[in-house]
């Protein structure tokens, strides 16, 4: 079973310029997150979708990011203007369900870094 | 979940040798579910036991272990036999009402 895929794995812009990141979940996994985890800390969930609906954005700067699920499978996460706090790594993470007892599957991360 | 505390920064071990890393957690809603996460240096968070709030039974999975302490709000991670392959940032997580919330780890260095 394929895993969950990012891309890419790195990106280096400048501040106030844009970037998205890609993220295909786990084939059949009704959710989908984004987390951003900056270093030295925990992932923080910036948006959560269930299918192509979303669940949660409450933590997501809805002023220069934005998410969307096309057709309730892939994901893209946008930076819009980008600042130099927003470096960090951003993790897509996919779960059978979003009830309590399902584990979330990680994908490997897109490190950022907004000079 | 609303907060999820890790106390221990860093933590070293000696190889085959047992530790524990300490997790507490803050939530109000009777049913949730706790989770433990490895992040080696690759950055991929790797899912390794959970705890439902209403499970009698601590979890196991071959040398892990979590020591639930529901009065206590407690979550503990247990590793025995420690490798050198267990050095990594681990992380407490809780869910609930399907939202997670992760603590900010705690980095396990296996001394050989």
């Known amino acids: 079973e394929a895993g969950v895929a990012q891309s890419p794995r790195y990106k280096i812009i400048e501040k106030r310029q844009s970037v998205a990141f890609w993220c295909n979940p786990i084939s059949g996994h009704a959710t989908l997150y984004w987390y951003q985890q900056i270093l030295g800390q925990g992932p923080k969930l910036l948006i959560q979708?269930?299918?192509?609906?979303?669940?949660?954005d409450s933590q997501l700067p809805k002023d220069r990011f934005s998410a969307e699920r096309l057709k309730g499978v892939d994901s893209t996460l946008k930076i819009q203007p980008a600042k130099l706090e927003d470096s960090a790594v951003y993790l897509c993470?996919?779960?059978?369900?979003?009830?309590?007892?399902?584990?979330?599957?990680f994908g490997p991360g897109t490190r950022l870094t907004v000079t | 979940a609303q907060k999820i505390t890790q106390t221990q920064p860093g933590m070293f071990v000696q190889e085959k040798e047992a530790v524990t890393l300490d997790c507490t957690y803050d939530?109000?809603?009777?049913?949730?579910?706790l989770f433990w996460y490895k992040q080696p240096s690759s950055g991929e968070m790797i899912f390794l036991i959970y705890q439902g709030s209403y499970d009698q039974q601590n979890a196991t999975e071959g040398r892990y272990s979590l020591n639930f302490q529901k009065a206590r709000k407690s979550a503990n991670l247990v590793i025995s036999a420690s490798q050198l392959g267990d050095s990594a940032m681990y992380f407490c997580a809780a869910r609930d009402a399907g939202k997670s919330t992760f603590g900010d780890g705690t980095t396990l260095t296996v001394k050989p």
């Open positions: 939530t109000s809603d009777p049913s949730y579910g």
């Open positions: 979708f269930q299918n192509n609906g979303v669940v949660d």
């Open positions: 993470a996919s779960s059978l369900d979003p009830t309590d007892s399902y584990e979330q599957y």
